[in-house]
C-alpha cells in the first residue's frame, strides 16, 4: 500500500532529522527537504488522475481550458507554500514561514481574479434578466 510507503518516508526523515540535528543542525534542514520530495515523487503518480478527472468535471459543466488551469495553479501554490512554510516553520523561522503564507494567499487571490470577475458577470446578467 502506498499509504505506507508515505508513512514509513515520513517517520524516517523525522527520526534522521533528530538525530542529525543533534550533531550537524546545519543540514537538519536537508533531511525534511529530501523527505518531502520523496513523498512527492511516491504521490506524482496519482497526480495525472486528479488533473483528468479535473479535466473531466470542467468538460462536463461546460468550463473553459483557462480556468481549469488556474483551479489547478492556485491548488498547486497552497501545496507549495504549505511545505514551503512547514519547512521554514521546522527551521525555526516561524516569522518566514507566516510571510509565505501570506505571499502564497496574495498570489492566490490574484490567480482567482478572472473566475472572480467572471462569476461577477453572471450575477450581473442574472439580476438584469
Known amino acids: ?3 505506507l510507503r508515505i508513512l514509513g518516508i515520513g517517520i524516517v526523515t523525522a527520526v534522521l532529522s533528530l538525530l542529525i540535528k543533534q550533531h550537524r543542525p546545519e543540514l537538519a534542514i536537508a533531511i525534511p527537504v529530501l523527505g518531502g520530495a520523496a513523498i512527492f515523487f511516491c504521490t ?8 483528468k ?6 468538460e462536463q459543466a461546460g468550463l473553459q481550458n483557462q480556468y481549469l488551469r488556474l ?10 507554500c504549505q511545505f514551503s512554510a512547514e519547512l521554514c516553520r521546522d527551521a ?9 503564507e501570506l ?3 496574495l498570489l492566490i487571490l490574484s490567480l482567482s481574479m478572472p473566475i472572480v470577475y467572471q462569476l461577477l458577470g ?8
Open 103 to 105: 505571499g502564497g494567499k
Open 53 to 58: 478527472m479535473f479535466e473531466n468535471l470542467a
Open 122 to 129: 453572471l450575477v450581473e446578467a442574472i439580476i438584469n434578466f
Open 71 to 80: 483551479i489547478l495553479k492556485m491548488i498547486g501554490v497552497a501545496y507549495l
Open 1 to 3: 500500500m502506498e499509504v
Open 44 to 51: 506524482a503518480p496519482y497526480l495525472r488522475g486528479v488533473v
Open 92 to 100: 525555526g523561522e516561524i516569522s518566514v514561514a507566516g510571510k509565505i
